[in-house]
């Protein structure tokens, strides 16, 4: 495994966009908080990188999503447990065969990532602009309304709640948790980095 310093320049080497940095560090923070949850606390840097890294061929290879992600980790001799739970976040969804999503960290990981966009984007319309006075209620009321994010797929959070044997409201306040644990430390590396630029 290389350092999180590394795994970081690695995304920037493929990401620039701060929409896409952004998603990268609020999915590192949430795998951090759900690996600790979920009794795998041991493994919360690797679960953390699995968050940072699983869109890693996104920005610059849409068409080969998840695919070429694995080409690249390959390259830099991540091993194939790691790459396979970074890919299954595509299963279903990309043109190539996947492995489906087995061990809970791949399920929480299928299962939170468009649900954090869903979650981020009802965050932005708030005066505080943060999840940190955000109630389950008002993501529930967001989920309904198709019109709203409607870039992030219900059906896939609600299948990632279905592998997870969950409730949609339990997934949802969960994941809640898990972006308020990051909240402040996802804002202060994107300051750091518009500052850098
Ligand atoms: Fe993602």
Not at 49 to 62: N, S, V
Not at 76 to 105: D, N, W
Not at 180 to 195: P, T
């Amino acid at each position: 495994m290389i350092s999180r310093e590394e795994a970081w320049k690695l995304l920037k080497k493929y990401n620039k966009e701060e929409f896409h940095l952004q998603h990268a560090l609020t999915l590192e923070g949430t795998m951090r908080y759900f690996a600790k949850e979920e009794g795998y606390g041991e493994e919360a840097d690797y679960w953390a990188m699995a968050g940072l890294l699983h869109d890693l061929d996104f920005e610059l290879y849409p068409d080969q999503h998840c695919t070429k992600t694995q080409e690249i980790l390959r390259e830099y001799g991540f091993e194939e447990k790691f790459i396979r739970a970074v890919a299954s976040h595509g299963y279903g969804l990309c043109t190539e065969p996947l492995p489906q999503p087995e061990h809970t960290m791949e399920k929480i990981l299928f299962a939170t990532d468009e649900l954090t966009g869903l979650i981020g984007a009802a965050a932005r319309m708030r005066p505080s602009k943060s999840v940190m006075d955000m109630e389950v209620s008002s993501i529930k009321k967001k989920f309904k309304d198709k019109k709203f994010a409607g870039g992030c797929s219900r059906d896939v959070i609600k299948q990632g709640a279905d592998m997870l044997g969950w409730e949609l409201d339990k997934l949802f306040e969960e994941t809640i948790m898990a972006m308020r644990s990051c909240e402040e430390s996802v804002n202060l590396e994107m300051d750091k980095q518009n500052i850098e630029q």
